[in-house]
């Protein structure tokens, strides 16, 4: 059960404090939700569970400096974000980016997608999704998986709302352009 905006700030002072058992009650809330968008994007469980461990470990940190009016989950996703994009740009490094960069979705209990789409059509998302550009996946990925609301998203990237909307906008058109020009290399296929 999610926590209350009250029992959040409660968890977060006595986190500030240096109580452990509060720091397990936070990590238990958020992990597998931290976990579930770090395999979105890195499709590597082993990566997403480093990832994870590392956005703990960097808010238990500057747990100091958290303002306890703010929710504590657009925070954890930020640090996330820039979790990835670092793992990102590491592998961009050494030659490996493109070639490993896919969402998989087949790791998520339920898989919500299969009762939507049949499976070639998660096929194309999965390829449209795999060809954005990061900003564009991570975007989307806030909005349609993580759940994040435009002003969550928005705390998060520290950007003003309409930034937020702008954004999504632009990767959902990337989205749906992408999707229609693989169903046409499909077409001109068959």
Not at 26 to 40: A, G, M, T, V
Not at 111 to 136: C, H, P, Q, S, W
Not at 156 to 181: D, H, M, Y
Request: hydrophobic share 35%.
């Amino acid at each position: 059960m999610p926590l209350t905006r009250e029992e959040e700030k409660k968890l977060i002072q006595r986190c500030q404090k240096g109580d452990s058992d509060a720091m397990s009650c936070l990590y238990e809330n958020f992990q597998l939700e931290l976990l579930r968008s770090s395999l979105l994007l890195l499709r590597n469980e082993e990566d997403a569970q480093d990832i994870v461990s590392e956005t703990f470990v960097l808010f238990f940190k500057s747990i100091d400096r958290f303002d306890t009016k703010y929710p504590v989950r657009p925070w954890l996703h930020k640090i996330l974000h820039n979790q990835a994009t670092t793992f990102f740009q590491k592998r961009t490094r050494s030659q490996e980016f493109e070639s490993e960069l896919e969402i998989n979705t087949d790791m998520f209990e339920p898989n919500y997608e299969e009762t939507v789409f049949n499976n070639e059509e998660i096929g194309y998302l999965r390829k449209a999704m795999a060809g954005l550009d990061l900003d564009d996946r991570l975007i989307l990925e806030s909005f349609y998986y993580q759940d994040l609301s435009v002003k969550e998203i928005a705390l998060q990237l520290k950007v003003p709302e309409g930034t937020i909307k702008s954004r999504l906008f632009k990767a959902r058109n990337c989205l749906a352009s992408s999707i229609k020009e693989l169903f046409e290399s499909r077409s001109k296929e068959e």
